[in-house]
């Protein structure tokens, strides 16, 4: 069965770094384009990067363009968030969801698989 | 940026009542490319409703989605208690993909 297993999150100082990891199993890695989606304590959901199933395109949302990076490790079955310059606002639970559809050259997808979450909290 | 409003913010309904949903975008989606979660607390999203009205594999037909253009509705036709929980909209026909602020189904 698909699994999406997120980690990497934690407690950390405004403008530092962190690195998130959502390690896949269950289906064909290669074949699928994977997002990010965060949730802010309480708060509804936001859409925040797209990799393609190659790697060959990524998209941002304009909250976190030219300080996050998505990434992904087909030989690993493994999709990450480097996240830089973190904010008080960037503090959320951060789902990694696969796209509904194999091989898309969309900019987005309905998300049937997300994982567990891994919340990060940015505190002084 | 396509904007999604969802009314009612909170919806208090009994078990065995209809329930229904609203979602209004900003600008017409394309495709009807709309899509309805369900969330209950601590979990992830579960994906009900994609392309505005079809279901997702394994979710009951008391769920049932429509519209197009700028104005979609998420249908549940009689509420058992596993349905009371937060319900989102998202689009994803248009760069970035946004979604609703969420419509909370709880027990009256």
């Known amino acids: 069965q698909v699994q999406l297993v997120e980690s990497g999150g934690g407690v950390v100082q405004p403008g530092r770094s962190l690195r998130l990891s959502c390690a896949a199993s269950g289906f064909t890695f290669s074949s699928y384009g994977m997002h990010w989606v965060r949730q802010a304590p309480g708060k509804g959901l936001e859409w925040v990067a797209v990799?393609?199933?190659?790697?060959?395109?990524?998209y941002y949302a304009d909250s976190v363009k030219g300080r996050f990076t998505i990434s992904r490790d087909n030989s690993k079955n493994t999709l990450y968030l480097q996240m830089n310059s973190l904010r008080a606002e960037d503090t959320a639970v951060y789902y990694c969801a696969r796209d509904l559809w194999e091989l898309s050259r969309e900019y987005s997808s309905p998300f049937y698989y997300w994982g567990q979450g891994t919340l990060v909290t940015v505190s002084s | 940026e396509i904007v999604l409003t969802q009314s009612p913010g909170t919806l208090s309904l009994s078990p065995g009542e209809r329930a229904t949903l609203s979602c209004r975008a900003s600008?017409?989606?394309?495709?009807?490319?709309l899509a309805w979660y369900q969330q209950k607390p601590g979990q992830a999203p579960r994906l009900l409703i994609y392309g505005a009205s079809s279901r997702a594999t394994g979710i009951p037909d008391r769920f049932s989605g429509s519209g197009s253009g700028t104005d979609f509705t998420l249908t549940i036709s009689r509420l058992e208690p596993e349905d009371f929980a937060v319900y989102y909209c998202q689009q994803y026909g248009s760069s970035p993909s946004t979604f609703g602020p969420g419509t909370k189904v709880d027990i009256k």
């Open positions: 600008q017409s989606v394309s495709s009807s490319y």
């Open positions: 990799i393609w199933y190659d790697g060959s395109n990524k």
